[in-house]
């Protein structure tokens, strides 16, 4: 009589094995939306909040109106201080990171779970140094882009931030008028640096740039010291009328 063939099964850790695989791939490479255009990615419409935040920031800043003064505090600056790293305070769904990349890359990929808040792929046309810059989510590449504070939170707090209310440190930490998606490696070299000490590499940037740093100084009644405002002259001279 014929010996009945014996139907394979798979071990429980092997199935684990695969389920873990298949999950895995989803997350990386399932179903996403897209999105094939940036958006307006310089002083979008703020809607200002309780604790004082600006309605907007002026994108024509006028650097006559900045209040020069030393750096100055009075307590050591603490990253801490200004609550939760891209901390949700708009309430859309999305933490504050994945807005400003939804913001400013291109030809967006999102995780599949994400409902349309998590970017796993983009394009960034990075404005600091002019190069296209592939995005890719995770542990070993989200680094490439950075999300970056126009005037530093340091320099912010050296320069006025240091008595405010901790809502309203919240609020400067995550607005998008200072924030902006760029290249990591730019985003390591300019730090806490004002003007004076950093200007992007891409030299056609630098009006923006100046007008960008001077305007939400002006927005939330912040100074500028003295060797910042020179920088920020000396490049305004240039600029179009």
Not at 149 to 171: C, F, I
Not at 208 to 222: H, I, K, P, Q
Request: aromatic share 8%; proline share 8%.
């Amino acid at each position: 009589m014929p010996r009945r063939r014996r139907s394979r099964r798979l071990s429980l850790p092997a199935l684990l094995v695969i389920v873990l695989a298949v999950a895995v791939w989803v997350y990386l490479y399932g179903p996403e939306g897209t999105r094939s255009e940036a958006g307006d990615w310089w002083f979008p419409p703020a809607t200002g909040s309780a604790s004082g935040a600006p309605a907007g920031v002026p994108t024509d800043p006028d650097l006559a109106a900045l209040v020069v003064a030393a750096a100055s505090s009075t307590a050591p600056y603490d990253r801490d201080r200004f609550g939760d790293a891209w901390a949700d305070v708009d309430g859309n769904g999305c933490d504050t990171r994945n807005d400003v990349l939804i913001r400013d890359l291109v030809d967006i990929a999102f995780r599949a779970d994400s409902n349309g808040c998590i970017v796993r792929t983009g394009t960034l046309h990075d404005p600091y140094t002019g190069a296209s810059i592939s995005f890719v989510r995770g542990p070993e590449t989200s680094e490439a882009v950075q999300i970056d504070h126009v005037v530093p939170l340091s320099y912010a707090w050296q320069h006025g931030a240091s008595t405010w209310a901790p809502e309203r440190l919240e609020d400067f930490a995550n607005d998008p008028a200072n924030l902006s998606a760029v290249d990591g490696p730019a985003n390591q070299s300019k730090s806490d640096s004002g003007p004076a000490e950093w200007m992007p590499p891409a030299a056609g940037y630098a009006c923006t740039y100046v007008d960008r740093f001077a305007g939400v100084l002006l927005a939330y009644g912040l100074t500028v010291a003295p060797e910042d405002l020179a920088a920020m002259a000396r490049v305004d001279e240039g600029c179009p009328a």
